[in-house]
């Protein structure tokens, strides 16, 4: 079975948050509660009359505001380091061995066994793979599939890695 797709930027995104979600659930929402509530703490400070407690509210500001986007700038700087130095998009193409997946890119391949892969987590919109506990390939469903079906795969994937972590 083959396995081709285009990685760009989008398909990045969409993997990174997926794999937040499934690696941080806590923090992917705890970080945006924290931001609102530095938020409406800094506006009460603001607002309140007591003097000297304005500047205190006035350094809340800004940190309730990185609170609150920290998850959609982590995902942008990861995918901007990601592609750092490339042009925007590499064509993937994964052949699915007995022993494990061979990937392929242009000037670049590798092997992995089914053994090596520590966990994986199938999602409605595509596989993630983790060779490590934070490091993930990300497989979109939208990917052509040759050779089989998607559901194929999921089936694979899901008999052949056993969660580790």
């Known amino acids: 079975m083959t396995i081709s797709y285009t990685f760009d930027r989008k398909t990045a995104a969409k993997g990174i948050s997926r794999s937040t979600a499934y690696r941080t659930p806590i923090r992917r929402f705890l970080i945006p509660v924290l931001g609102l509530i530095f938020l409406a703490y800094s506006a009460k400070q603001l607002l309140s009359e007591q003097s000297g407690s304005s500047s205190l509210g006035i350094i809340l500001l800004p940190v309730g505001i990185l609170y609150l986007c920290l998850p959609v700038l982590q995902r942008w700087r990861a995918v901007k380091n990601l592609f750092a130095g490339r042009r925007g998009y590499l064509d993937m ?7 494990g997946i061979e990937i392929r ?11 090596s892969f520590v966990d994986c987590r199938i999602c409605k919109d595509g596989i993630l793979l983790y060779p490590q506990k934070m490091l993930h390939y990300w497989i979109p469903k939208s990917a052509t599939v040759e050779g089989g079906t998607w559901q194929d795969f999921e089936s694979l994937v899901s008999s052949e890695i056993q969660r580790k972590i």
């Open 93 to 99: 193409k994964i052949t699915v061995l007995d022993e």
């Open 105 to 115: 890119t242009e000037g670049s391949s590798g092997t992995a066994t089914w053994l």
